[in-house]
Structures are given as structure tokens and as C-alpha cells.
């Protein structure tokens, strides 16, 4: 049996995997129904359709390269079906070959619902933004 702090990493790495890909239909299936996903500029994002939808338009944006998450710290609750992860996350965009970063930090709470892990809520907290240089 896979110990939940694991299967909760490999679970990350597969929505890191999809992200990539571009494939926002196929992360559905990591997210509660009810998911509420606070973005780096605060704005928040309500149910699992609503995320969806916000990753497809950040995959049609030609700009777009891609978001990495990586997991850090994994803290289960008593009963073993909630946890907290805590991360650090970047994004990059790339325009007219000069690449524009974003960074932070996130906590997610996951969900274990019929034996699986889904994410019930991230927080995104941006601390870096690098420009692309001026010329």
C-alpha cells in the first residue's frame, strides 16, 4: 500500500505531467467538486468546472509554456484523509522568444474520497515576477 504523503506527491506529478500537455479536461479527475483554487493575484476560482475552464484559457494563450508545482512538505490529518501540502510553484510565459517568470509558494488541502486524493483547495502566493528585459 502506497503511503498517502506518496501517492499524494505522484498525484502532483501527474497534474505537472498534464499541465505540460496542456490537457486541462484530463485534471478534473484530481479535483474535488467543490475545489476552490486562490490564483497568485487573489482571485478566487469555484468548483471544479470553473478550474477547468481557467486552465484551458491559460492553455490556448500562445504565450503560455507552462506551471510546475513542487511538493514539499506533507502533513496528514488524525484520520488520515485530509493533508496539507506546502510547495514552491513556477509559471513561465514566453513572447517573442524572451521568457516572463512567475514564482511562490502554495498550500493545497487534499481530499480522500473513495480511496483517491483530490485537491479540495490551493492557495497560490506569488513572491517573484521577472520581466521580460526591455531592449
Not at 478566487?44 to 484559457?57: M, N, R
Not at 490529518?77 to 517568470?101: I, N, P, Y
Amino acid at each position: 500500500m502506497t503511503a498517502p504523503d506518496d501517492a499524494i506527491r505522484a498525484r502532483r506529478k501527474l497534474t505537472n505531467k498534464l499541465i505540460a500537455a496542456k490537457d486541462a479536461a484530463r485534471l478534473r479527475p484530481f479535483l474535488a467538486k467543490d475545489v476552490n483554487l486562490i490564483t497568485g493575484d487573489g482571485s478566487l476560482i469555484s468548483g471544479v468546472e470553473a478550474v477547468v475552464a481557467a486552465f484551458a484559457g491559460q492553455f490556448r494563450d500562445p504565450a503560455f509554456v507552462n506551471y510546475v508545482r513542487t511538493s514539499g512538505e506533507i502533513s496528514l490529518d488524525q484520520s488520515g484523509d485530509r493533508a496539507a501540502e506546502q510547495g514552491a510553484w513556477t509559471a513561465l510565459w514566453r513572447t517573442a522568444g524572451q521568457d516572463q517568470t512567475m514564482s511562490g509558494t502554495y498550500l493545497a488541502c487534499w481530499r480522500k474520497v473513495t480511496g483517491q486524493w483530490v485537491i479540495e483547495s490551493e492557495l497560490y502566493i506569488t513572491l517573484a515576477e521577472d520581466q521580460p528585459a526591455s531592449r
